[in-house]
């Protein structure tokens, strides 16, 4: 079994920062992929960013250039640097990870945004 925890989420004025994490724990062995999505009010979950075993990196366009991906393989954890913070940015963040072929979820962090 594998449990996640993430942390860092809060209210924030337009164009401030916050950072994510996600530590994971429990039966680990080797974990490939690990990813941020959100999910918006009235609106379907959609990837923000995820990050290879090979931290091979991939955005989604809206945040390109405004947030940052990172991992600590050591530590199990998943980073996500957010700079820049827009309204729109504001939903239940979602930290990710698969390992041995199955995709783990931690239970969200709501951020949100003011204008």
């Known amino acids: 079994q594998v449990q996640l925890v993430e942390s860092g989420g809060g209210l924030v004025q337009a164009g401030g920062s916050l950072r994510l994490s996600c530590v994971a724990s429990g039966s680990i062995f080797s974990v490939s992929r690990m990813g941020w999505y959100r999910r918006a009010p009235g609106k379907q979950r959609e990837l923000v960013a995820t990050?290879?075993?090979?931290?091979?990196?991939n955005y989604a366009d809206s945040v390109k250039g405004r947030f940052t991906i990172s991992r600590d393989n050591a530590k199990n954890t998943v980073y996500l640097q957010m700079n820049s913070l827009k309204p729109e940015d504001t939903a239940v963040y979602y930290c990710?990870?698969?390992?041995?072929?199955?995709?783990?979820w931690g239970q969200g962090t709501q951020v949100t945004v003011s204008s």
């Open positions: 990050i290879t075993s090979g931290t091979r990196t």
């Open positions: 990710m990870i698969q390992t041995a072929g199955i995709d783990y």
